[in-house]
């Protein structure tokens, strides 16, 4: 484990460790030792979601269970995890066997993955929960601004009527064109309109039909 490298990883993340030896078991692979991170892998990844899904829930008080749990998953996923350990050079500081540096696990996604989860687990046990917020909303700064807004979580259909709301114009009116298919595999034809304007899509369900059909019109028309 490079010394240098451990010392600019606990500045980039803008902790110091009171036990260090808190941090060089987050970053030891199973690879090089009994005494590994699986174990703070674990405490971290439910860490993580608490954090991430507390923001989310004071963020969109109008969401759905499901469009949080969309957006969480985003954040959270190992893809995302792996960029931002990544960023942090974390590769460099981790310890692993030889058989994992000779195939080039400081760079495989799962482990930078498992280490970042890892280090939140750390953090959390070295400086409490308040430490271990931080840390993760410090590191998920541009994640988050990144997101979509409020009202672009809004399902198509809701989206489009506020619209035609907000310039007093008629609701839109939904027809089923067709259906086709058994009854456990259908497939349904929308039309939406609304004045002059329609837009025709299809769905595995008549919803889905809706929305997507929504979604079009929606487009079209303030476009």
Do not use: W
């Not at 890892?118 to 271990?132: F, H, M, P, R, S």
């Not at 998920?140 to 409020?150: D, I, M, T, V």
Request: hydrophobic fraction near 40%; charge should be neutral.
């Amino acid at each position: 484990m490079n010394a240098a490298a451990v010392t600019r990883l606990c500045a980039a993340l803008g902790y110091t460790f009171q036990r260090p030896e808190r941090l060089e078991e987050a970053l030891t692979h199973r690879s090089a030792s009994a005494h590994n991170n699986e174990r703070l892998e674990f405490l971290g990844d439910a860490l993580l979601n608490l954090v991430v899904a507390e923001v989310l829930y004071q963020r969109y008080p109008q969401a759905s269970e499901g469009e949080l749990s969309r957006l969480r998953s985003s954040l959270v996923k190992g893809e995302t995890l792996a960029r931002l350990a990544r960023e942090l050079k974390l590769g460099e500081s981790l310890r692993l066997g030889q058989g994992e540096l000779k195939s080039g696990g400081s760079r495989r996604e799962s482990i930078l993955s498992d280490a970042l989860e890892a280090i939140i687990g750390a953090v959390y046990l070295d400086g409490g929960l308040t430490a271990c917020r931080d840390l993760i909303l410090n590191l998920y700064q541009e994640s988050l601004a990144g997101l979509a807004s409020a009202g672009e979580l809004k399902d198509p259909k809701t989206r489009l009527q506020e619209y035609l709301q907000a310039r007093q114009h008629p609701l839109p009116t939904y027809n089923v064109l067709e259906i086709h298919g058994e009854p456990h595999a259908q497939s349904f034809t929308v039309e939406c309109a609304v004045a002059e304007a329609r837009a025709v899509a299809a769905g595995s369900s008549r919803r889905r039909a809706e929305q997507e059909a929504a979604r079009q019109l929606l487009e079209k028309i303030a476009s």
